[in-house]
């Protein structure tokens, strides 16, 4: 699909797999729909340098490139394998990594634009506030992931952004396609 074509924000799903099987979770470890997805991000920390005698200009350097954090509010699944996750993360020399995929839809249906997550482990899950008078409340409130390593792509597409980083990121709804390749950009 080309890039020209228009993604609605408000249609976008989230799976979430783990690295290496494990006893008691299954594969996709969530698959999950949420209401919010809100801070994929990049941020480029640029080293600017004088140049002595050149006094109408700056000389700017790529720097480490960090992840803003990704926050997912008020998720629906049917299992509880995410507070499995995040209980089993809490003991000492547990390290259980996932990898996830948020996919963006266009307009008319069909997968666009992909975010892939890779070395994702939780750090923050949120219950719903628990009120006898609301009908129909999510399990998963909010859900915060770090995450080593971010890419973005098109479906079908041969152009993308590949950044290894380490840094917060909160998840939401996503599925994943597969054909995200692009350009390596290395943290200095």
Known sequence: MPLDQPF???RFEVVLDLDEPTAGL???LCEAAFAECDGLELTMQVKTLEVGGVNDRQVHLIGPVTAGQLTLKRG???NLQLW???ARGTRPGSVLT???QIVVWAADGTPGLEFTLTGCLPVRMRAPGLNAAGAGGVAIEELALVYEK???GAAGASLGLSVGIGASV???AGIGLSGSVGLSAGIS
């Open 76 to 78: 629906m699944t049917t």
């Open 8 to 10: 609605v924000a408000f």
């Open 98 to 100: 996932a990898h996830g």
């Open 170 to 172: 909160s998840l939401s």
């Open 84 to 86: 499995d996750w995040f």
């Open 26 to 28: 299954a594969s996709p």
């Open 150 to 152: 971010l890419e973005v």
